[in-house]
């Protein structure tokens, strides 16, 4: 069950069912004011929980997450939450692919703009070399190239990619991007994609896999 400590929060998701684990997570992490942390408590480093949150919340500090073995089997992720930042759904947002610009040396970087229930709006930079894995999603994806250049599948297609172009792809359709040169674009989905869909795009990450 959630605890304080030492003005933190904490939630040990072992308690939970693992397709409670997430949704629980995210209600603490609504509780807390900006610059508060979550422990997040696992028997292992939750890498899928960390990719998750960058993808669903604005007002998650990536850069200042951090995790350490606290006792054997018994891992603790930091999750903190942004300043100045509106919540999830929250009010207008102005913003530009020059202030939100976060590349990863690890994977493709997708920074949340605005979120609710229903679709997602993301700023989404990729470094030459890297790539969103081909996975089959049961959701609907606008992806409008900004600027670099790169491959994108879609379906049974293949197609060189470049600053202009906009590529629409049905839910149920199999579709991945892979840089040429370094890439930026505008990243919408419908509906928001579920822990299964992360889950697919995180292991072929870490397994090297673009298709």
Same mark, same amino acid.
């Given at each position: 069950?959630?605890?304080? =400590?030492?003005?933190?929060?904490? !939630?040990?998701?072992?308690? +939970?069912? /693992?397709?409670?684990?997430?949704?629980? &997570? $995210?209600?603490? #992490?609504?509780? +807390?004011?900006? *610059?508060?942390?979550?422990?997040? &408590?696992?028997?292992?480093?939750?890498?899928?929980?960390?990719?998750?949150?960058?993808?669903?919340?604005?007002?998650?500090?990536?850069?200042?997450?951090?995790?350490?073995?606290?006792?054997?089997?018994?891992?603790?992720?930091? $999750?903190? =939450?942004?300043? *100045?930042?509106?919540?999830?759904?929250?009010?207008?947002?102005?913003?530009? $692919?020059?202030?939100?610009?976060?590349?990863?040396?690890?994977?493709?970087?997708?920074?949340?703009?605005?979120?609710?229930?229903?679709?997602?709006? +993301?700023?989404?930079?990729? =470094?030459?070399?890297? $790539? !969103?894995?081909?996975?089959?999603? *049961?959701?609907?994806?606008? #992806?409008?190239?900004?600027?670099?250049?790169?491959?994108? !599948?879609?379906?049974?297609?293949?197609?060189?990619?470049?600053?202009?172009?906009?590529?629409?792809?049905?839910?149920?359709?199999?579709?991945?991007? +892979?840089?040429?040169?370094?890439?930026?674009?505008?990243? &919408?989905?419908?509906? /928001?994609?579920?822990?299964?869909?992360?889950?697919?795009?995180?292991?072929?990450?870490?397994? *090297?896999?673009?298709?």
């Amino acid at each position: 069950m959630p605890a304080q =400590k030492s003005g933190r929060q904490e !939630i040990d998701v072992r308690e +939970l069912p /693992p397709h409670e684990r997430h949704g629980k &997570v $995210f209600e603490l #992490f609504d509780t +807390l004011k900006p *610059g508060g942390t979550l422990l997040v &408590v696992n028997d292992h480093e939750p890498v899928h929980l960390v990719a998750f949150m960058k993808h669903e919340r604005r007002d998650f500090d990536a850069e200042a997450y951090s995790a350490y073995e606290r006792k054997p089997g018994e891992w603790v992720g930091e $999750f903190t =939450k942004r300043e *100045g930042v509106p919540e999830n759904g929250g009010g207008p947002v102005l913003t530009s $692919f020059t202030k939100e610009r976060q590349y990863s040396d690890s994977s493709f970087s997708p920074v949340p703009i605005y979120a609710t229930p229903s679709y997602r709006v +993301l700023a989404t930079y990729i =470094k030459a070399g890297q $790539f !969103i894995p081909v996975h089959t999603p *049961g959701i609907d994806l606008i #992806f409008v190239v900004q600027s670099g250049r790169g491959t994108m !599948i879609a379906g049974s297609e293949k197609r060189e990619i470049s600053p202009g172009d906009i590529v629409v792809v049905p839910r149920g359709v199999r579709r991945g991007v +892979l840089a040429e040169t370094d890439m930026e674009a505008l990243h &919408v989905v419908s509906p /928001p994609p579920g822990d299964s869909d992360h889950e697919e795009v995180s292991r072929k990450i870490a397994a *090297g896999t673009f298709e």
